[in-house]
Structure formats: C-alpha cells, structure tokens
C-alpha cells in the first residue's frame, strides 16, 4: 500500500526572539502537540503562496518576507510528510488563532518545553543554534 506523503508549509513566525506557536487540535493529526502554524500545499500552487494562504487563515497574519529555513522529510508510520520550513520575517496583522486553537508566544530559548510533533526536534535544535 502505498502511504500518503504531504508536503507542508511551515511558518517559524519570529518577532524578538519569540516565536509564535499553536497546538494541534485533538482530532488532528499529531493532534494535541505544539506545532509551528502551516498546512498542506495544494495542487499548482507554490511554497510561499501556501505558506501565504495558511498563515492568513490560520493565525491571522498577511506575510510580506519569508526565507527558506531547513526541510525534514518524516515517516509517521501512518503519513510520510515533508514539512517545508520557513522562517517569517515580516508581517502584518496581530497573530492569533482563527480556529478556535491555543496559541502561545514563546521565546526561542524555551521552546525545548513544549512538546511537539517528532518531527520538529530538527526544527527547534537550529533555531536555538541560531537565535
Ligand atoms: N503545520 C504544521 N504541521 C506539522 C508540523 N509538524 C508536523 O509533523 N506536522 C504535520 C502534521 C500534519 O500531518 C501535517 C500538516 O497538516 P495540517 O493538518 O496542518 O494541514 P492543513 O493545515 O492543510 O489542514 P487540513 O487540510 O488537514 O485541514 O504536517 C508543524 O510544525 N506544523
Ligand atoms: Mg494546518
């Protein structure tokens, strides 16, 4: 059987030296875990556009610069998924959650305390390597 592979966009939202994060809601997938906000790019649409798209709809924020930061490539057992890391320099509007989920500030030196999908440790060991 072959396994359902996705490519996601992925928005390490930065703002002095705090990163925003929200949590996955229960019935999701990785549901219940911290997670950096972004979703599945669709068919014929770029990287950014999704990371676009996602960003305004999940947290509220219109992106104006982002920057290709690392890509992880993660079997679930259950999903393969190719998480698509960017980091979001500049923005307008003030982020939240639009979809009824908890989101947090948290600076980057403390993000080791949350608990995340497995296939974010990469993601959270070079942003503390960096910033
Ligand atoms: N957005 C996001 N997804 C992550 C992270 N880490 C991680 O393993 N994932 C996985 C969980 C999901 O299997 C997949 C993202 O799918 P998603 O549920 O956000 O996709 P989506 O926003 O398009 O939502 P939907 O179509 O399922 O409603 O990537 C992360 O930091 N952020
Ligand atoms: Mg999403």
Not at 47 to 67: C, G, P
Not at 88 to 113: I, N, R, Y
Request: aromatic content about 6%.
């Amino acid at each position: 059987m072959t396994k359902k592979r996705v490519h996601v966009a992925v928005g390490v939202i930065m703002q002095q030296r705090k990163i925003f994060v929200s949590k996955r809601s229960e019935h999701q997938h990785q549901g219940g875990l911290w997670e950096f906000p972004g979703g599945k790019v669709e068919l014929g649409e770029s990287v950014t556009d999704a990371l676009k798209r996602e960003l305004q709809e999940e947290v509220n924020i219109v992106t104006h610069k982002s920057q290709p930061f690392m890509l992880i490539e993660h079997d679930y057992g259950d999903k393969q998924v190719c998480l698509d890391i960017h980091l979001v320099t500049d923005f307008s509007g003030e982020a939240k959650g639009l979809e009824g989920q908890q989101c947090q500030w948290v600076e980057v030196d403390k993000l080791h305390t949350l608990d995340f999908p497995a296939a974010n440790q990469g993601i959270v060991t070079k942003l503390q390597a960096e910033f």
